[in-house]
């Protein structure tokens, strides 16, 4: 999706939302398009020019600005690129890749080249860590080290999500109202990120599909290659995965499991817990690529 094709509204929000960034202290983010061999990638960076890079990648819907607000910390110690993931409401155009054959995995190795970045400690939030975990299947040695939140890429959860959805879905579609979008989000949300819900409501107006296919969900013999260490992040409340089972299917297929943390929210977590997650994820990648 490219800034051409986004609705008025959504680019107005876009750039709100970098213009909360430029808020921030120590701020300085830019924003360019990376040309890379499958096509331009709209990528957003912060921290010091000086620092190692930290790859960002973000959940469904949820592009770079909002990404780089909620791994904001890390920016005090690493180079944090996010790009923006293709098919999404996002800058970067072309749509998105299919979820099999690696094809998400490709895309980040050819940004990762672009970059010039031979190997880096990554985050993945949601679908964003699907992508993760596909390129740890692919190319395991470009990651030095990974920070799950909540993430796909372990299941397809189907029931879980459809049963606490389906009514308020059928509500919004019908009167298409903020009201009914509030009850729409609220088994994911409630009112803990207004900003990045009012993202998804211009996302839904715009009539951009809101429901994507993510990579995986990856077996032990796929990721047996990948040894770097792993944090992960659950929730109590996720709407989509929920946090034993989660808990389960990561012990069992990955090798290096560092830590696993359940947190008592929602998938989308409330601000006390995006502070919390951010300090165990500075400590983590700290402790982990030896800083």
């Known amino acids: 999706m490219d800034p051409v094709s986004l609705s008025l509204d959504l680019n107005h929000r876009y750039q709100g939302q970098c213009d909360r960034l430029n808020q921030l202290p120590e701020c300085n983010v830019t924003g360019r398009y990376q040309a890379t061999s499958l096509g331009p990638i709209w990528v957003m960076e912060a921290g010091p020019e000086d620092a190692p890079p930290l790859i960002a990648l973000h959940g469904l819907h949820t592009p770079a600005p909002f990404n780089l607000e909620l791994l904001w910390p890390l920016t005090k110690h690493f180079r944090v690129i996010s790009p923006d993931i293709p098919g999404q409401a996002g800058k970067t155009p072309g749509i998105a890749p299919v979820p099999s054959n690696s094809a998400y995995a490709m895309w980040l190795d050819q940004l990762l080249d672009a970059l010039g970045v031979e190997q880096a400690p990554m985050v993945g939030l949601s679908f964003g860590g699907a992508v993760l975990l596909d390129l740890a299947a692919y190319k395991p040695e470009r990651i030095s080290a990974a920070s799950l939140i909540v993430p796909a890429g372990f299941s397809r959860p189907l ?25 729409l989000m609220k088994p994911l949300m409630e009112d803990n990120w207004p900003e990045l819900e009012q993202y998804y409501y211009s996302t839904f107006q715009a009539g ?3 429901t994507l296919i993510p990579p995986g969900p990856f077996s032990k013999a796929e990721l047996s290659r990948f040894k770097s ?53 500075v400590a983590f990648m700290r402790n982990e690529i030896g800083m």
């Not at 029931?159 to 979008?181: A, E, S, V």
């Open 229 to 281: 260490p792993v944090q992960i992040f659950s929730a109590s409340e996720d709407i989509y995965f929920d946090p034993d089972q989660l808990a389960e299917q990561a012990r069992s297929t990955l090798a290096n499991l560092k830590q696993l943390k359940e947190l008592e929210d929602l998938h989308i977590p409330c601000e006390e817990n995006r502070r919390l997650i951010q300090e165990q994820v």
């Open 208 to 210: 951009i599909p809101m």
């Open 159 to 183: 029931w879980r999500p459809l049963k606490k959805l389906i009514l308020p879905f059928i509500g919004f579609k019908i009167h298409t109202d903020q009201p009914h979008f509030d009850q």
